[in-house]
């Protein structure tokens, strides 16, 4: 059982940071002693309820958490398309095939590649 110090320390904290906080046991259900062991547990049944509902909005959508849908992959093939898309309007730069079309050209320009994109030497003259 922890003080009650630190319970209204972790209430106050809870507040703070705009946590869910359980409200304290109304002081009647805790000064009846006959009545309070139905009632402590239905108050407590309550908020733990609260407190689970709480917990599950929370969390991260079922088809997104990588930890409990093992069979969710991310959408590669869309975000391939988008990447290129957006490269071949200027708005992205991918230095990995700048660095790959730079050495292509490269080899245009010593000879190595008869056709190519980018080759003089391709027939259409």
């Known amino acids: 059982m922890s003080s009650k110090y630190s ?20 002081p ?3 000064r009846h002693r006959t009545r309070a062991v139905y009632a402590r547990h239905a108050f407590a049944t309550l908020h733990h309820r609260n407190e689970a509902v709480i917990a599950r909005m929370s969390s991260l959508p079922l088809d997104l958490d990588c930890q409990r849908n ?14 290129n ?30 056709f190519a994109k980018y080759s003089d030497k391709s027939g259409d003259k």
Do not use: N
Request: charged share 30%; no cysteine; hydrophobic share 35%.
């Open 70 to 83: 093992p069979l969710y992959y991310p959408p590669h093939p869309q975000v391939y398309v988008l990447i």
């Open 85 to 114: 898309r957006l490269r071949e309007m200027g708005l992205f730069r991918d230095e990995h095939l700048d660095f790959k079309e730079e050495m292509v050209r490269q080899k245009i320009l010593r000879g190595k590649r008869i």
């Open 28 to 30: 009647d259900i805790q």
């Open 7 to 26: 319970q209204r320390m972790a209430r106050l904290s809870q507040k703070i940071f705009g946590q869910y906080r359980r409200p304290p046991m109304p």
